[in-house]
C-alpha cells in the first residue's frame, strides 16, 4: 500500500483542467501517493439528483486528504440542489476555512504579505435560517461557545507554530455583544492558554482597512462565517487574484482541500485555466500530511515560474494548463 491515499474530486468546469494538472504534479514530487477518484458537484447533481453521493463521503473519509478542483453554484436557485463544498463542510464538520496569502511574483501583488485568515465554517449567518414576515426579513447568526472555542484553538496552535505568532482576532462585538461577543471572550480566553501567542482584536471594518494599507503587519486572523468569507477575498486580491489563492477546509478527522475561485464556466474546456491554485492547494495538502519539505519545494516551483514565465493568460501570459504545469514539473525534479 502506498503511504498515503488522496482523493481527487475534478468537481465541474476546470475542475476538469486543474485536478488533472495537479495531479502531474503530486505524481512529480515522487512521494508514495495512491490517489482515489470521486465525483460532486453540479454536473453531477443535473445527471444523478445529488450533488454529493455517500460513495463519494465514504472517499474521503478512508483516504488521508482530498483535493477539490472547483463547483458551479447556479445563479439562480435549482430544487433539490445542495452546494457540494458547503454539503461536505458539514456532513465532515470541516469547521475550519484556512486560506493562506503569501506574496507572489505577478502583477498587482503586495510585497511582504504573509498571512493565514482561518474563517469559522460551521455556523454564524451560514446557518442559513432566514424567514420572512410581510415585508421584513430575518436572518439568524448562531454563535456557539464550543465552535468559538475549537477554532479558536486551531488558530492559536497554527499562530504558535509561525514564526511571528500573532492571532488576529477579528469582530463586531460593539454593535453585536451578545454574538460576537461570545465568539471575541471565548477566544480570548482560551488564548490564555498561549501565553506565547500574542493575541488581540480587531474590528473588522478596521481590519479591513489595515489589511489593505499595511497587509504585512498581520500574521494569523480568525473570523466568524461572514465575516472571514468577505475579508479571505479581500486577502486573495491583495496577492495577485483568484487564479493563485489556495485553501482548506480542515476538521478534527478529515480535511478537503481546494482552490478559493470557482469552475470558471467562461473558460472551461479550453486548456487555458491557471492551475496555481490548486497546485498550492496540494502543497497545503501536503503539508497537512507532515510532508513539509515537499509543500515547499511545490510553492518554491510555483514562484520560480510565475517569475520566470511561462504564465497563464489570466496574468497576462499566453501558456496554456498543460504548458504551464510542464514548467512546475521541470522545475520540481
Ligand atoms: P462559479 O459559479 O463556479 O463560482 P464564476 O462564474 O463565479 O463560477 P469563478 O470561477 O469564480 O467564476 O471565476 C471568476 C473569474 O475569474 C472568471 O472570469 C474566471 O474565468 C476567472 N478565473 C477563475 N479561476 C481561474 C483560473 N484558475 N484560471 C484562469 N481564470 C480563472
Ligand atoms: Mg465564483
Redesign the pocket.
Known sequence: MAKYTICLIEG???GHE?IPAARRVLEATGLDLEFVEAHAGYEYFLEHGESVPEATIEKVMATDATLFG??????KKVEGFKGAIRYMRRRLDLFANVRPAKSHPVPGSYENVDLILVRENTEGLYVEQERRYGDTAIADAVITKRASQRIGEYALKLAQRREKKKLAVIHKANVLPVTQGLFLNTIMDEAKNYPDVQSYDVIVDAAAMHLVRNPASFDVLVATNLFGDILSDLTAGLVG???IAPSGNIGLEHAVFE?V???????AGQG???????VLSAAMLLDHLGEHDMARKLENAVDQVLLEGPR???LGGTAGTQEFTDALIRCIK
Open positions: 465541474d468546469g476546470i486543474v472547483a463547483a458551479t453554484s447556479p445563479s487574484g483568484l487564479g482552490s475561485h470557482g469552475s470558471a464556466p467562461d473558460i487555458v485555466a491557471n492551475p496555481t491554485a490548486t497563464t493568460r489570466d
